[in-house]
């Protein structure tokens, strides 16, 4: 171990700290070696960032089991040691406590993200049904009604006279 002088002052460098903090367990990282493709040429990753971030989703059995793991943890660093191997945030484990405190599993799912749909109307489908049936009928009698027009200009080309309908009004 080197030592330094910064201003007057004589300071130990110890190799592995982290940024003055003391190590907290975690090995010193080396430089990763690059990645080879089948050919042996090496992989360059793309160092592009995708135009929309990923989020992630957590299933309520993932949770539950974390969650668990947590609570179980007693010596010192065994909780720091479960966030880092899930990637997680203490934010998280507070965030799903509050949650499973609220209703179990229930709680644990996911809430929807969006607008919330609507509720279901009860005559709705009714509406529904009774708009379809008076729109075919209405076709119906439109088709009707142009079958009697032809009708009538037929027997007029032809010269026979028609009879007239009770429910029609006469001229």
Do not use: F
Not at 13 to 20: L, Y
Not at 34 to 57: L, T, Y
Not at 137 to 164: F, H, M
């Amino acid at each position: 171990m080197g030592k330094t002088r910064l201003s007057g002052l004589e300071q130990e460098v110890v190799s592995g700290t982290e940024g003055g903090r003391s190590p907290t367990g975690v090995p010193p990282t080396t430089s990763p070696r690059p990645a080879r493709g089948a050919d042996g040429q090496e992989v360059v990753p793309s160092p592009e960032v995708p135009e929309k971030p990923i989020r992630r989703r957590y299933s309520a059995e993932y949770k539950a089991r974390i969650l668990t793991e947590a609570d179980a943890c007693t010596e010192s660093g065994q909780l720091g040691a479960l966030l880092r191997r899930e990637g997680l945030y203490s934010s998280h484990l507070s965030t799903w406590r509050r949650q499973r405190e609220a209703g179990m599993l229930a709680g644990l799912r996911p809430k929807r993200r969006g607008r919330k749909a609507k509720p279901e109307n009860p005559l709705a489908a009714e509406n529904e049904r009774l708009r379809r049936e008076k729109q075919r009928l209405t076709e119906k009698l439109r088709q009707a009604e142009a079958i009697i027009d032809v009708q009538e200009k037929v027997s007029e080309i032809l010269g026979i006279p028609l009879k007239p309908l009770d429910n029609q009004e006469t001229g």
